[in-house]
DNA sequence: AGGTCCCGCCAAAGC
DNA sequence: GCTTTGGCGGGACCT
């Protein structure tokens, strides 16, 4: 069996086999202590891929033209590793067994494995200036290992990289994904088959969530997007970096080292009075985004660590100490391990008085023409200090995560010659009048929601700028909620208050009793009709406007990049997307009658905090709900009419109060004016969810199913971007935690550590403790 | 000796 | 109470 690995890596990698490695050496040691990593490794082969994912796999060895070998490969497979494997994880019993009932998926599984390494080396020249000088030291080390000892030299460290990691996790999975498949990523799985142990995929997953290269789904469970969505990623990334003033930043960094020790670690930062607000505002991700503006709002597209550490460590108010200082490089060696995996930066190292200074030059876009963006965004080079207009910009737009803008701040003082008052009060304090703070905090009881396609809203007056607390900006297609034709109905989540919850609204245009089956096929006649009509006249302007409509969307990314980014991306497919509902259409003819005649109002508890308000025009059992996408109605609900509600406090209300109405941004047909909507409690995050679905938005109904399936498997509700909710699922589904506010599941992707204001501010740093005193408390099993 | 960064402890967050 | 995430930093490895 080794051997038969062995032929197999020698034959198919030029490059040192990772994985095989430590397998080997596991052998040999006998499973030692070694690390659990390696031992996994040995696993790893007899890692059945999930079912649900083979069918993708194997579109995606398609894609990657590998499907020659795999046939190849396939005979060998046979490793066996799988026996010395004891279940590595509570499932892999079960995977094994399903492995041996799918040998394809095996053998699948089996020739990603092998051929990374030489999809790697593939990719690679793609990019020849990705190699790090140190890359290209590595990868000769690897060769030559590789010759050396040929089957048993002990993985090296560097095999053991994240970088290298990083490579085989990319290598899995092809960068240009076709935007119809739905490319499932199970965490368990790839650490698993990578031979790794989870905690080292989570960096890595972290980091390309952070570009938006996957998205999470749901616990351990991810959703490949590949370079897609990227550049629109990246261009926003620029964008907020600019907004952040991270170029003045750089600037400043740049003087302050030629003017000397300048600030250095300046010890008046580090109080670490103000622990950093919570876990996630330390975020690999988040701290990975901000590396990135950094590099894209650099005028040399290199930053040096150094500088990189002191922003963020400024940025994320941790104390400026050593430690922290250290801390910090840490993290961004990982994240730049995995940005240079994915060839977006190289290793370089900047002169200085001192000798060389370890840095990362940019090899990614840096300018980006894609978007009518970029016509109101000066090139970086040409970016002027963040001035007025642009502060005012950058204030109006920042999401609340990025709303700390501490530095930005800070910088401006400085700029401005203003009072260099301690940054600290301005930075990131709970309190601190800065907007940001009062938008994260006003968000329970303001709601942006957004009905119909996009482009209406977009249409909508509601500047991606706004001051609006983005905690929701929920685009609902429904498209996305009912995966497949057109439904009459529309969903409408509305974060209100401190529990947002969704309406859904039933028109009852057509013939109640239709409804349920009739939706399920295209929009019915008549609509249809209206509907060309209306997308037609849509067209032109949102074709006039798309640009900007678009980016006002990838706008709300502020409010949660992951989403709405994905949004942009698909806001073709989506927006245009024949299921449009009719209520989308109402509302872009203004005129049209379709009034929600019944709300499904499902109670609070109902469905974990869901609200419903359905339209009672039909029967309970035929709700409307595509049966594909919502066979059953799997929670409790009360139909009402209309007038029944018509007490309640309007909530929402018409397009034209959506415009002017601060409070809500709601974008309703005209027709919906009447309209009131029960505002119940459901967290947030499920509208986000929805809204994000687009990302995986399946066009066709397998993907929808999968990704309701997914869904449904491992409903979860972090914060923000991972927000799974499925309205479209059959189970009630738990979308988020309460436990979560709004506010908080609304910072999503661009958080920074302050953006929490008063609700984590107090975040204990209870945990600091050195590794020696952990090891103390080990010793000593914490009394409590 | 300083730069890198693997590794895994363990606490927070999620169920 | 158990599992998943992921912050964190000691200390090994590399240059």
Aim: charged residues 25%; glycine residues 6%.
């Amino acid at each position: 069996m080794e051997v038969e690995c062995l032929a197999l890596k020698d034959l198919t990698s030029p490059r040192k086999s990772f994985p095989m490695d430590p397998e080997e050496e596991e052998e040999e040691d006998g499973g030692q202590s070694e690390q659990k990593e390696n031992i996994c490794t040995g696993r790893r082969k007899s890692t059945p891929l999930k079912s649900a994912e083979s069918a993708i796999h194997s579109l995606l060895i398609n894609r990657k033209g590998a499907t020659p070998d795999l046939a190849h490969i396939t005979h060998i497979t046979p490793i066996k590793h799988t026996a010395l494997a004891e279940p590595w994880t509570p499932t892999a019993n079960l995977k094994m067994l399903i492995s041996a009932a799918s040998p394809d998926m095996r053998d699948r599984e089996m020739k990603k494995v092998l051929f990374r390494p030489i999809e790697n080396e593939k990719d690679k020249p793609a990019s020849p200036d990705t190699v790090t000088e140190d890359t290209e030291v590595e990868d000769s080390c690897q060769f030559e290992a590789m010759e050396e000892d040929d089957a048993e030299k002990k993985p090296s460290r560097k095999q053991k990289s994240l970088g290298l990691l990083c490579q085989k996790f990319l290598a899995l999975y092809p960068d240009y994904p076709s935007p119809h498949d739905t490319i499932w990523i199970s965490l368990d799985e790839v650490a698993t088959n990578l031979g790794v142990e989870r905690r080292r995929i989570y960096d890595i997953v972290n980091v390309l969530e952070s570009l938006m290269i996957v998205g999470r789904i749901a616990k351990n469970s991810y959703t490949w997007y590949g370079r897609q969505r990227l550049e629109v990623t990246l261009e926003e990334l620029q964008r907020r970096g600019r907004q952040q003033g991270y170029h003045l930043q750089m600037e400043l960094s740049a003087e302050a080292r030629g003017a000397g020790p300048g600030r250095e670690d300046d010890g008046g930062e580090g109080d670490g009075g103000q622990a950093a607000g919570n876990r996630k505002d330390k975020s690999l991700r988040i701290m990975s985004q901000k590396f990135v503006m950094l590099f894209l709002v650099s005028k040399t597209q290199t930053v040096t660590l150094d500088t990189a550490a002191k922003i963020l460590i400024e940025e994320s108010q941790d104390s400026s100490s050593h430690s922290k200082y250290k801390t910090k490089v840490r993290r961004l060696y990982d994240i730049a391990n995995v940005l240079t995996s994915l060839g977006l930066i190289k290793k370089v190292h900047v002169r200085e008085e001192r000798g060389r200074k370890p840095a990362f030059k940019w090899l990614g876009p840096v300018e980006f023409n894609n978007s009518g963006n970029s016509a109101a965004i000066p090139p970086p080079e040409a970016t002027p200090p963040m001035a007025g207009q642009d502060l005012r910009k950058a204030k109006m737009a920042r999401h609340a995560s990025f709303n700390i803008t501490p530095t930005s701040i800070a910088v401006q003082r400085q700029v401005n010659s203003a009072p260099s008052s301690p940054r600290r009060e301005l930075i990131g304090l709970p309190n601190h009048p800065v907007d940001y703070s009062r938008k994260t905090t006003g968000n329970s009881a303001v709601c942006r929601l957004q009905f119909g396609n996009s482009t209406d809203n977009q249409t909508s007056p509601l500047p991606p700028s706004s001051a609006q607390p983005t905690l929701l900006a929920p685009t609902l297609y429904p498209e996305n909620l009912f995966s497949s034709s057109s439904s009459p109905h529309c969903l409408a989540y509305l974060p209100s208050l401190s529990q947002p919850s969704v309406v859904m609204l039933y028109r009852a245009t057509e013939t109640p009793d239709h409804i349920p089956e009739g939706h399920r096929s295209p929009t019915s006649e008549s609509e249809e009709g209206r509907k060309r009509r209306r997308e037609e006249r849509e067209e032109e302007e949102t074709v006039a406007k798309k640009k900007g409509t678009e980016l006002e969307e990838c706008d709300k990314m502020r409010d949660d990049p992951q989403r709405e980014a994905a949004q942009c991306l698909q806001s073709g497919n989506t927006r245009t997307s024949p299921s449009r509902p009719a209520l989308d259409e109402g509302l872009a003819s203004g005129s049209e009658p379709a009034q929600p005649s019944h709300y499904l109002y499902v109670p609070n508890n109902g469905l974990n905090s869901l609200n419903f308000l359905l339209s009672a025009g039909q029967q309970p059992a035929g709700l409307a709900l595509p049966h594909n996408s919502v066979p059953t109605l799997a929670m409790p609900y009360v139909l009402l009419p209309s007038a029944a509600l018509s007490h309640y406090p309007l909530l929402a209300s018409s397009l034209q109060q959506t415009v002017s109405d601060p409070k809500l941004s709601f974008t309703l047909p005209t027709m919906m004016s009447p309209a009131h909507f029960m505002v119940g409690a459901a967290p947030y995050g499920l509208a986000a969810e929805i809204n994000r679905s687009p990302v995986t938005s399946p066009s066709t109904p397998e993907q929808s199913k999968l990704y309701v399936s997914a869904v449904a498997a491992a409903p979860q509700s972090p914060s923000g971007p991972r927000h799974t909710v499925s309205i479209t699922t059959p189970e009630p589904l738990t979308p988020h935690t309460p436990k979560e506010t709004p506010a908080s599941a609304s910072k999503a992707f661009f958080q920074t550590p302050c953006t929490l204001g008063g609700v984590v501010s107090a975040t204990p740093a209870s945990r600091k403790r050195g590794s020696a005193q952990r090891r103390l408390d080990i010793g000593h099993p914490p009394s409590s």
